[in-house]
T-cell receptor, first 116, second 115 residues
Framework: AQTVTQSQPEMSVQEAETVTLSCTYDTSESDYYLFWYKQPPSRQMILVIR??????QNATENRFSVNFQKAAKSFSLKISDSQLGDAAMYFCAYRDPQGGSEKLVFGKGMKLTVNP | NAGVMQNPRHLVRRRGQEARLRCSPMKGHSHVYWYRQLPEEGLKFMVY????????ESGMPKERFSAEFPKEGPSILRIQQVVRGDSAAYFC?????????????FGPGTRLTVT
């Protein structure tokens, strides 16, 4: 079964600084999709960024970028120029399209605090 | 386009009662997913439905839980004879399609408390 591991339960960063959130996953598949979701105190899950495994180029969305290392099964999220509004729980997720499965497999999450 | 709607936002039930959670997907979305989030945990997949069909219920507990997505109206997650361990946040997501790098859009969740 696929698993997603976020080994750091909490991190903090100073406003305007850069922080990297780590995520590793376990799979025997070669084609799959990876996601980072943000869950602010409102509890709404918001998609931050996504990556296709067969694309070697790392995805970027404004201040958010990923470092995707397929061989190492690592998918870290970098937040540049951190803002107070970035404070939230961050969840890494995996989806394996084989066999028609559409379920997202989530890690346990990491709480990010942004200090002014 | 309104987002995914879930109601109620908060639901309190006594042990043994039934809980009904509703989810209205975004307009034009015919795929619905339910996830459960226990305290201090990530979301866990429960079930994936299309209109009038359950496609994947591999994450649903074998007893007391059921889900439907009728031709008309919202998707319903039903929990019969609730127990304290059912206390959690239940999230619904929807998508217009599947396959490829599509996004599942999440609702705000229903927080179920069993007393």
């Amino acid at each position: 079964a696929q698993t997603v591991t976020q080994s750091q339960p909490e991190m903090s960063v100073q406003e305007a600084e850069t922080v990297t959130l780590s995520c590793t996953y376990d799979t025997s598949e070669s084609d799959y999709y990876l996601f980072w979701y943000k869950q602010p105190p409102s509890r709404q899950m918001i998609l931050v960024i996504r990556q296709e495994a067969y694309k070697q180029q790392n995805a970027t969305e404004n201040r958010f970028s990923v470092n995707f290392q397929k061989a190492a099964k690592s998918f870290s999220l970098k937040i540049s120029d951190s803002q107070l509004g970035d404070a939230a729980m961050y969840f890494c997720a995996y989806r394996d399209p084989q066999g028609g499965s559409e379920k997202l497999v989530f890690g346990k999450g990491m709480k990010l605090t942004v200090n002014p | 386009n309104a987002g995914v709607m879930q109601n109620p936002r908060h639901l309190v039930r006594r042990r043994g009662q039934e809980a009904r959670l509703r989810c209205s997907p975004m307009k034009g979305h015919s795929h619905v997913y339910w996830y459960r989030q226990l305290p201090e945990e990530g979301l866990k997949f429960m079930v994936y439905l299309q209109k009038e069909n359950i496609i994947d219920e591999s994450g649903m507990p074998k007893e007391r839980f059921s889900a439907e997505f009728p031709k008309e109206g919202p998707s319903i997650l039903r929990i019969q004879q609730v127990v304290r361990g059912d206390s959690a946040a239940y999230f619904c997501a929807s998508s217009p399609t599947t396959g490829g790098l599509y996004e599942q859009y999440f609702g705000p969740g229903t927080r179920l408390t069993v007393t």
